[in-house]
């Protein structure tokens, strides 16, 4: 059972594009949600994160964009670069409680190729 | 500083074989993770340790997997008589209190089962 659901599974933007990047949840206890990037033969590198109480987080080119009421984010990448081309991970995270407070749950991950 | 690092980078066991993958966490994170990813998934939850007491193992596939953290610092995550279901790129990730909830990965461990 998916808890986390990601789409599209891949995406291919030109450059200078907007790269944009859907999930959806069903579990409301979730109260963090992170995006992770990663690059073949790397582990997944956190890249922005937001949290419930906030519609909206920026960092230089890249938004998360949160609708507490239908249970979905969504990242934007601005200004789509070629070294942007990864794989692009969101999750969530369960609200605290004794002893996996701190355990994430992955969507199946969204394979960008940026074309220059 | 060093990041997170996992020894081997590849490993290649016969089915029936007894693996050990080895995690180096950043210095001073208490919380440390393991995660499986198989190919073109997403990294799926193995157990979680706060220091060296393993607080949440709930995503062991079976009593195959073993993971230990005896000092707090390094962990050895031990999978017994290897299946091929078992290939997939093993995932250590730590974190500190401080940074609440983010994780640093390393680079994953890649088991090939033949």
């Known amino acids: 059972q998916q808890q986390v659901k990601q789409s599209p599974q891949s995406l291919i933007v030109q450059k200078g594009g907007i790269s944009i990047i859907n999930c959806a949840y069903e579990?409301?206890?979730?109260?963090?949600f992170p995006w992770y990037q990663q690059f073949p033969g790397k582990g997944p590198a956190l890249l922005i994160a937001?949290?419930?109480d906030v519609s909206e987080k920026k960092e230089g080119r890249f938004t998360i964009s949160f609708n507490k009421s239908a249970k979905q984010f969504s990242l934007h990448i601005m200004d789509s670069q070629p070294g942007d081309s990864a794989t692009y991970f969101c999750?969530?995270?369960?609200?605290?409680?004794?002893?996996?407070?701190?355990?994430?749950?992955w969507g199946l991950g969204t394979s960008l190729a940026v074309n220059p | 500083g060093a990041g997170v690092s996992q020894s081997p980078r590849y490993k290649v066991a016969k089915r029936g074989q007894d693996v050990a993958l080895r995690c180096d966490p950043i210095?001073?994170?208490?919380?440390l993770f393991w995660y499986q990813q198989a190919l073109g998934q997403g990294p799926e939850f193995l157990t979680y340790f706060q220091n060296e007491a393993q607080l949440d193992k709930s995503g062991l596939p079976s009593d195959r997997f073993f993971a230990e953290r005896p000092e707090g610092s390094v962990s050895t995550l031990k999978i017994q008589r290897t299946q091929q279901e078992d290939s997939a790129v093993y995932l250590c990730?730590?974190?500190?209190?401080?940074?609440?909830?983010?994780?640093?990965f390393g680079p994953g461990t890649r088991l090939t089962v033949t």
């Open positions: 937001i949290r419930p």
């Open positions: 579990n409301t206890a979730f109260d963090y």
């Open positions: 990730a730590s974190s500190s209190p401080g940074q609440g909830t983010k994780q640093y």
């Open positions: 210095s001073g994170h208490v919380s």
């Open positions: 999750a969530a995270k369960p609200h605290y409680n004794a002893g996996n407070n701190r355990k994430l749950i």
